[in-house]
């Protein structure tokens, strides 16, 4: 099977040998390939929905792997025991769904599981909801697929907390490494973000004013994230 890839770099993130669960499984494209490839010998391909459900066992029965992936109907980690699974995968989902997620599947999560996230948005979130619980990121790996900006954050157990509001953000090892494709988003970032303010200026309304000043801060921490990069 060819990932995408997004889907690869998920898939090459994972560094445990034991079970996986896949949260929002959708097509089921990622426990296929690990049991192909040999990274893991069980996996449970899990979403919230019937209809993904549905496509991720047609395509588990084409690969004839029904005893290999289980499917299960679950919102987020709630259908998910703690002694289950060693990995977790979520991926392709909003940021503040994602730490909501983590949040609510806490029960999931009392031994500390390998952690394989790639949040769609709002990195800082999860980048947060993570430290909360008590998790530390250890790897993030950053692309570009089919011109989209993508992270992908490897999580274990350990205490961990961010001295500063950039690193949240933009994710401190991308920033200590000075990622090139970190870079590059942070420079197209400015650029739109310059843009809209020029839009903006021709208008006088409070939300018009509300919305540069937004900009404004929002421009001050892409600027402190590029001044790493400067050092």
Known sequence: MELSKRLQ??????????????????????PIYLILSGKTEHAIAMDVRKGP????????QAYQL?????????DGLEKLDDAEVDTIVIA???????????????????????????PQSELYKVRRQLHKM????????????????YTVIRAIDGDEVYEREVEYDYGKYLLEEKNEILLQFLQKEVISCEKIEENLRCHHTESAKR???ELKREKQKLKEALSIYEM
């Open 9 to 30: 770099t998920v898939a090459d993130a994972i560094q445990g040998q034991g079970a996986i669960a896949d949260i929002g499984t959708d097509h089921a494209y990622i």
């Open 134 to 149: 008590g998790y530390q990121i250890i790897e993030e790996k950053m692309l570009i697929d089919e011109g989209k900006f």
């Open 66 to 74: 029904e005893n290999k992936i289980e499917i299960r109907l679950s």
């Open 53 to 60: 459900l549905l496509r991720a066992k047609e395509n588990i």
């Open 92 to 118: 392709g989902m909003g940021g503040a769904l994602m730490a909501r997620i983590l949040s609510d599947g806490a029960h999931a999560l009392g031994i500390k599981k390998e952690l394989i996230l790639q």
């Open 211 to 213: 919305r540069l000043e």
